[in-house]
């Protein structure tokens, strides 16, 4: 997916807010309320002194326009870095040796919403066979774990066992990660217009510091429960 101009428009907004109210340098604001550093395909590791993200502010203190310096360098960034894309909606990666992490995009054609009813046996089908392989060659995984704004729908929601969801919690100061920004997304990439007007309209009111998080419609959430219980509701055996 490449990202819209007008999503990198509306993070800069936030940091640009978050620098005004907190008295933060703007580079710091945006490596650490947006989701920009993650874009440029730097990692996680939030350096300061990663030569990429040097080059960019480097670059930022000399641009008339922030946004559009910002989305020229995010094209050629992932010009350099393009990964290639799974081909199912659902996909997991490894925590760590005995934990597993849910990951979900679209990767439904244009006219199919991937979360409808009509493509539930489709999602469900995707997750069993992510469950059975880790059966398979994962004997060592106890616990399964995700984060996301998409745990609040409904129609997320009913792919997973119910303990899973039941645990859900406000993730705090997700504001660097997909995971909080994503619900502004549609599916190629530019904004969805209502959610991103409430969101302008929230911050637009923003006055302290502690109401950051209120901005965003909806938070992300972490979620967690024993691997049995999916190997449970995907009606796959103890024998594997």
């Known amino acids: 997916m490449v990202y819209s101009k007008e999503f990198f428009a509306l993070q800069i907004d936030l940091a640009k807010a978050v620098a005004a109210l907190v008295g933060l340098p703007i580079d710091q604001a945006l490596r650490d309320y ?12 939030f350096d300061h002194g990663h030569p990429v993200w040097r080059r960019y502010i480097d670059g930022l203190t000399r641009a008339a326009d922030v946004c559009d310096w910002t989305y020229r360098f995010y094209l050629a960034q992932r010009a350099d870095s393009r990964q290639p894309e799974t081909s199912t909606c659902f996909s997991y990666v490894m ?13 439904e054609s244009a006219t199919t919403a991937p979360l409808s009813s009509e493509r539930l046996p489709a999602r469900l089908a995707e997750l069993r066979t992510i469950f059975d392989e880790i059966k398979r060659d994962g004997p060592h995984v106890t616990r399964v774990v995700g984060t996301s704004w998409l745990y609040n729908l409904p129609a997320y929601r009913r792919c997973f ?11 705090e100061r997700r504001y660097r990660h997909i995971s909080l920004w994503g619900q502004f997304l549609d599916r190629t990439g530019s904004l969805r217009p209502n959610v991103t007007q409430d969101f302008k309209s929230r911050l637009a009111g923003l ?5 950051l998080g209120r901005v965003f419609p909806l938070q992300a959430l972490a979620v967690e429960a024993p691997i ?7 009606g796959i055996s103890a024998d594997g």
């Open 161 to 171: 066992p119910a303990p899973y969801v039941a645990s859900g919690r406000i993730a």
């Open 34 to 45: 947006t989701n920009i550093y993650i874009r440029f395909g730097l990692g996680r590791h």
């Open 95 to 107: 925590q760590d040796a005995t934990c597993v992490r849910i990951h979900f995009r679209n990767a």
């Open 207 to 211: 006055t302290k510091p502690g109401d």
């Open 228 to 234: 049995e219980a999916f190997y449970r509701f995907y």
